[in-house]
């Protein structure tokens, strides 16, 4: 069985091949067959791997599985090959599983467009590059993987590149992220040079025997690694392109920059965790960018009046959740919050589009009203989403990934207590900005009319996915509550577990403290935005709320100190000034010429006379000298 | 013998078109394709016959050919093709082709002149490749020049007159000193050795140093260094490239610019190891310059053909790092940057001529949601541009990324400013499609798709830029010996 995984991206990537030759040519029905059938053939078969991995468990930890070799240069040997563990495995799942689910929810919200197929192609072809990107065994496919998921992000940001705003939005998405990946590159030259490989595990083992902990290689390598890991993952200081890629198609939102690609960050630190765990202070960057984050992203999410622009802050916020966790040796909680993030932000989206799908795409949060009567099942799998994202106690899976997350920023080796602090008010923030958005929608009156109802290929992902927001907590459940470590004890054979030491009262008391800022958060959303409803609207006249709104004015910064002067430097110096040296030396040259040939003017006289000067100057120096 | 035949068909063959060309148009344009894919067809065979051949007479030779010249100045003529020539020789008919194909509807003046041009810069090109006689190398060299020349400057652009007489000068001036190195290194191991010759490996044991070699090095090297081109010898390029017809920019682009990145690893370095090691820290900052420089000066232009230009010098300049790196890293980067650089940059190219034919206009601000009415260049255009920047997958990334490791082991700091440079190719390769496709269609044009022919050669540079993205192996392996070869001198 485990020799079959490498099917699992190639399917969907012949699919793309398939639709990027034949796309235009075919009709729709089979478009979105191809796309959604061999997208959910890899589900299944990754769910079959993975039944046959859990039987191998815990004697055979890892799988691996050579295609060919890629390169053999002078000693660096990357092959086409694929690593599958516990990490990898549940990233596989995830990926294809909620894939499959969006998929299916695009061949009816694209129905109308007329680039049907294009856009199958192009998610077809995202679905097998994020599959090769957690898969790879060695960095440089990894590297592949990672920039085919870019490449991909940017062309379904700019899907619709009618309006060049799109386009913008897209460029914008693919440039920041590159810059990100650029230190990711460095990163690999670097492990090179001092490994000799770049095989993932190979690196792992030397460096867990050679590298002493906080030595210069670990932190440098890590702290390039970061670099890429927060431009993927729309951290600090890499964030700002997050928001603006909402300009593509709504699924493409749900996939790529909430479940999927946009955790990759998270993935490639979990991957590498045996060099970040030999550079302590690098770790502390990791959840330091994680905290600020999660709290920027977070208050920016509260003023929003775009659906989707909510969505995405709300996305920043939750990846900061998991850097954190990352940054305090949770691999496992961050894992853990990863997966049930992908269930419950893919299901807000998908209900988000339906919404806008049936108000002639209106994002505007303050435009909507009452729609729950018209959109019951959309409401209430929104409302689930909402749940699991503002970590409702007890019966949703976000509050059991979120609050692991929590214990272990208090509890853990690393753990402070400002971590825990920054994380527990944001989880009320949290809890503020998406029931805002739930009443604010689905409660009141209506303002626009409902015009489009969605059928199956839209409502059953919304409840599939709703189903795995409420259950996919129930994996791991804390000791004070129960006690079950499903997930954990699964992904401790790829990942260390963070030791923790607190008695179970205390994790309890914690738990509470959460859960009751959570249950605040919801109230007070009640409170402001469906019994005052009118006094709602963000108002656009106060400086906190232009702050907040324009995402803390990290793009009014970076527009100032690079893109003016970038664009300043490339236009000054359009006409290229080095070529007018050489037009100045051509121009001298005619200058002289037109200089001497005045001279020849055929004059027996000036000759004369200029013969006798040079004589004289010639004697004159003979003399002289 | 092969590689007689291959120059041979070239020249005899550019005598013929010309003579078709005055009845039939289309029969010269059918013959230079012919003679061109029998050239690529015999190559190709070579290559894969000789594929695990790793020596022969006991070096990386894997065809020579040496006859006596004129014996009296020790000139012979001596070709040879190792591991390193044979790709970029396979890659020389691959853009001949191309080239033939997209003038097949934009050159209809002179037609017969016109290949006859072609096949002799081809034949120029060639010859670059795969002499080892230095006095036959130069004449090689000078043989691309002249048609060259005539390509621009009969059937170029606006500008064509000024262009070509800046493309030649340079070029020339350049030439100049290649001659006097070429002379002076062959009177200095004359006067050493009692025994005047041209040939490549006489003159490779020439005991010259210090200033000598110095100047000696810079005098090759500047000559290369106007090809490649480096900055600030960059500036005859945009005009050349813009100006000539697009079959004139695909071969300056893909293959003129190769010769020299070509010669720096064949030439310069081989022959004055030291002083170029001296160089080196000169040509990595002048590489670091021109990857960034060509970048930013790329993302403002409006002409879509002077912005692949200034792609070009952004291109090249990893070439240029990876040669003086002078590791087997590096070097397997340099050449595979230059073959990659060949195919997309030559494709673009094409797409930019074959935009130009149907509207007339090369003018970025004047197009725009081209995407919509020409999908399918469209997405050719995508996945060119794609391979601009670097996407892995696609053969331009392995080059950059083993000439960037490569460097690193020598230089970390060049590697790290030629990493970051991506950035800058991010931006400019995400601009072409910007402006050209993306966006309301606000001229209204309506020009056809990319037709058959069109899509059938761009069709096969997609299937080779994938290739070598995907299993490059084969070229690294055929590479190899001669590149061992070359270090090895270089050694002692």
Known sequence: MLDTLWIVPALPLAGFVFLALAGGRIPRTVIAFIATATVGISALLAIAIGVTFLGLLPQEASYRQVLWQWVSVAGFEPAIGFHLDALSLVMMFVVTFVAFWIHLYSTEFMIEDEAYGRFFAYMNLFVASMLILVLADNLLLLYLGWEGVGACSYLLIGFWYHDSANGRAAQKAFIVTRVGDTAMAIALFLLFVNFGTLDIQAILQQASESIQSGSLIAVAVTALLLGGAVGKSAQLPLQTWLPDAMAGPTPVSALIHAATMVTAGVYLIARTHTLYSLAPQVMAAVAGVGALTLFIAGTAALVQRDIKRVLAYSTISQIGYMFLALGVGAWGAAMFHFMTHAFFKALLFLAAGAVINALHHEHDIFKMGGVRHKLPLVFWTFLIGSASLAGFPLVTAGFYSKDLILWQAWSSGQGQAWLWAIGVATAFLTAIYIFRVVFIVFFGKERTHVEKLPRRPMTVPLVVLAFFSIVSGFVEIPPALGGRHLFSSFMSSALPSAAVEESHTTELIFSLIASLLALAGIYLAHLFFRTRREHAEPDAGKRLTRFLFGGWGFDWLYDRIFVRPFVWIARVNRNDYIDSIYGGIAALSRGLNTVFSSTETGRVRLYAAGIACGSIILVAIALLL | ?492
Not at chain 2, 166 to 192: D, E, H, M, V
Not at chain 2, 275 to 297: C, D, M, N, Q
């Open chain 2, 1 to 492: 013998m092969i590689l007689v035949i291959l120059i041979a068909v070239l020249f005899a063959g550019g005598f013929l078109v010309w003579g078709v060309g005055r009845r039939s148009p289309l029969g010269a344009r059918w013959i230079s394709l012919l003679l061109l894919s029998f050239n690529l067809a015999v190559t190709a065979v070579f290559w894969v016959q000789n594929h695990d051949r790793t020596s022969f007479f006991g070096g990386a030779w894997l065809a020579d050919i040496s006859w006596d010249w004129i014996p009296s100045l020790g000139i012979r003529f001596h070709l040879a093709l190792d591991g390193f020539s044979l790709p970029l020789v396979a890659l020389t008919f691959l853009l001949g082709i191309m080239a033939v194909v997209c003038s097949w509807n934009e050159i209809r003046e002179r037609v017969g002149f016109f290949h006859f041009n072609l096949l002799f810069v081809l034949a120029g090109v060639t010859g670059v490749f795969v002499a080892l006689d230095l006095f036959l190398f130069y004449f090689f060299w000078e043989v691309m020049l002249v048609p060259m020349y005539f390509l621009i400057g009969i059937w170029g652009h606006e500008r064509r007159n000024y262009a070509a007489m800046k493309f030649f000068i340079f070029t020339q001036a350049a030439s100049l000193f290649l001659l006097i190195a070429i002379l002076a290194l062959y009177f200095i191991n004359g006067r050493y050795s009692g025994l005047y010759t041209f040939e490549y490996f006489s003159l490779l044991q020439t005991p010259v140093a210090g200033p000598t070699a110095m100047l000696l090095m810079l005098g090759f090297f500047i000559s290369f260094a106007v090809k490649l081109p480096m900055v600030p010898f960059h500036t005859w390029l945009p005009d050349a490239h813009t100006e000539a017809p697009t079959a004139g920019s695909v071969i300056l682009a893909g293959l003129l610019l190769k010769t020299g990145g070509y010669g720096i690893i064949r030439f310069v370095i081989p022959l004055f190891p030291e002083a170029a090691k001296e160089f080196a820290p000169v040509a990595f900052a002048l590489a670091v310059v021109g990857i960034i420089y060509g970048a930013v000066i790329a993302f403002s232009q409006t002409d879509l053909k002077r912005l692949v230009a200034y792609t070009s010098i952004s291109h090249l300049g990893f070439v240029l790092m990876g040669a003086f790196a002078w590791n087997e890293m590096a070097l397997q980067g340099s050449l595979m940057q230059m073959l990659c650089h060949g195919i997309s940059t030559g494709a673009l190219f094409m797409l930019a001529g074959s935009l130009q034919e149907r509207i007339h206009t090369r003018d970025t601000s004047r197009m725009g949601g081209l995407w919509s009415v020409m999908p399918r260049m469209g997405g050719v255009a995508m996945l060119f541009v794609m391979a601009s920047l670097g996407l892995p997958g696609l053969g331009n990334f392995i080059g950059e990324f083993l000439v960037l490791m490569g460097v690193f082991q020598t230089s970390p700091v060049t590697s790290i400013l030629g990493t970051a440079g991506l950035i800058f190719a991010t931006i400019y390769s995400l601009a072409i499609i910007q402006r050209a496709f993306h966006g309301e269609n606000s001229g209204r044009w309506h020009p056809g798709d990319l037709t058959v022919r069109e899509m059938s050669i761009l069709g096969v540079m997609i299937v080779v830029i994938i290739w070598l993205g995907l299993y490059p192996q084969p070229v690294f392996g055929t590479v190899l010996p001669a590149l061992q070869q070359l270090i090895a001198s270089t050694a002692g």
